[in-house]
């Protein structure tokens, strides 16, 4: 995927953001999105629609996607959205689902304690907005097009792409993330398969960056302006 194939979102009329969108790149970032979609649990690509399933080492409930079955009344069952797991949850293992869901306390037990109360509907939430972003993908012919209504949750989803895609590339710092534009930006052939493969990241990762940034300010720009109240 080369650096420069996407462009930033830009405001178009209906109004609708939109940002270019090649068949490849189409390719890739379905790629990537189910990725992290299976990261967070849930089952890829478009029957699953981001729908969590119960693995080992996760909540023993499955995490619902309000768009997978729209018919269901979630007031038919008041106390459902109550149902927590018989104990505390522990911390993930993988670097990048630890990104996407961080301890909310630095105590190991109250960390653990919260995961139990709230890390269901926050998979829940993150896979929402992973199955909105996956269906503007889906439906890019060839531009990729956001409603208002959705961009902030495919706001979102982007930033959960890009990440994971750090933890992946080691971006910890200001500095590293210079370095990965960096890797992406070089030309010529790669000395070795590994390289290329950090090539190819780097450059998804750039890409990402790009629309996320675009979008979010966009979103930005849309904010109605702050009135001036005066001094007390």
């Known amino acids: ?8 979102f830009v405001l178009a009329d209906g109004p609708t953001y ?8 189409r390719t890739v970032l379905l ?18 629609r981001g729908v969590a399933e119960p693995r080992a080492g996760q909540l023993e409930d499955p995490v619902a996607d309000p768009l997978e079955d729209p018919l269901e009344d979630p007031l038919e069952d008041p106390l459902r959205a109550l149902r927590l797991g ?19 306390a630095a105590d190991r037990w109250l960390a653990a304690e919260l995961r139990r109360l709230t890390e269901s509907d926050l998979r ?3 896979l929402n907005h992973l199955a909105r972003l996956r269906a503007a993908i889906e439906d890019a012919r060839p531009d990729l097009a956001v409603v208002p209504r959705d ?8 930033t959960d792409l890009r990440l994971v895609l ?5 971006v910890q710092s200001d500095a590293d993330a210079d370095a990965v534009y960096d890797l992406a930006a070089q030309d010529g052939p790669a000395a070795t398969q590994p390289e290329a493969t950090a090539r190819f990241l780097a450059a998804v990762y750039t890409v990402l960056t790009e629309l996320q940034e675009s979008l979010v ?14 001094s007390v």
């Open 124 to 126: 829940g939430t993150k």
């Open 86 to 104: 018989a104990g505390p949850v522990s911390t993930p293992t993988d670097p990048a689902l630890l990104r996407l869901l961080p301890d909310a």
């Open 18 to 25: 939109v940002a270019a969108l090649e068949p490849a790149e």
């Open 217 to 230: 300010g966009l979103l930005v720009d849309a904010l109605p302006p702050v009135r001036d109240t005066g």
């Open 1 to 8: 995927m080369p650096v420069d194939a996407m462009r930033a």
């Open 151 to 158: 961009a902030p949750a495919v706001a979102a989803a982007l």
């Open 31 to 48: 790629d990537v999105v189910d990725g992290v979609v299976e990261l967070l649990g849930g089952r890829a690509g478009r029957a699953g």
């Open 166 to 170: 750090a933890s992946r590339l080691g």
